[in-house]
């Protein structure tokens, strides 16, 4: 885990004790720990079979999870929450892409805190008035149904991202590019071989051989597949 962040995850109203566990890995792999459940199904739903199921390693963040009765308190403390809805039709908070207005939060040291609704309902409207912003995770039109676990993932990402993102850790080995000399002894094993095969005439031999001189040049072989193509080569000049 990064050291702590003040961000919270805010669940309301959840039902299917899954999605909490699902929310809770989704907000650990984006290095958050914050999750507030308000008023879920269940009451015991930190310790249910499926919660822990599906946190799948993240038992720490429903470890220091709470739960609430209330949204007024979750959002304790709370200096910007954005509601993950659409506006209401009559009056309400802006909305926003997260990849519009999330890096302007990030911008400053406001404790954010990100709510999201039933499966079934979503946000009931008087949760929505509590918020300052709407987030509005863009879609097909005509198909924007997102699981709730699945759109904690997308928002926690966006969030991170937007403070920065982590560095992408390369675990490849880059080999060893075969130096000038290899690769002219592999050019001549293969003109044997070539012609041995036949299909190489050492009176009339064209541009054949430069020309897979520049195809190894484009390639820039490694020392173990320049060792591989003459161990082709031998082959034929067994044949």
Not at 89 to 108: M, Q, V
Not at 134 to 143: A, F, G, M, V
Request: charged share 20%.
């Amino acid at each position: 885990m990064t050291s702590p962040d003040p961000t919270r995850f805010i669940l309301v109203n959840t039902s299917h004790a899954g999605n909490i566990g699902a929310a809770a890995r989704a907000i650990k792999v984006m290095g958050f720990g914050r999750l507030v459940l308000v008023a879920p199904r269940f009451a015991d739903v930190l310790c249910h079979e499926d919660t822990v199921a599906m946190a799948s390693g993240a038992a720490d963040v429903l470890a220091r999870a709470r739960v609430v009765a209330t949204l007024a308190e979750a959002l304790e403390g709370v200096a910007c929450a954005c509601a993950t809805a659409m506006t209401p039709r009559d009056f309400g908070p802006p909305t926003h892409a997260p990849r519009e207005l999330l890096p302007t939060l990030a911008a400053g040291d406001a404790t954010v805190g990100f709510v999201f609704g039933s499966e079934r309902y979503g946000l009931a409207n008087d949760d929505v008035y509590r918020c300052h912003a709407c987030l509005s995770i863009p879609t097909h039109p005509d198909y924007g149904s997102l699981n709730l676990a699945q759109a904690v993932q997308l928002v926690a990402y966006e969030w991170r991202q937007a403070q920065g993102g982590f560095p992408v850790v390369s675990r490849t080995v880059d080999p060893a590019r075969a130096d000038g000399a290899a690769v002219q002894g592999l050019l001549e094993h293969w003109q044997r071989a070539l012609v041995h095969i036949g299909h190489l005439d050492p009176a009339a031999p064209k541009k054949l051989i430069p020309r897979v001189n520049q195809l190894l040049n484009r390639a820039a072989p490694t020392q173990e597949e320049v060792h591989l193509l003459r161990g082709i080569a031998t082959t034929m000049l067994k044949r």
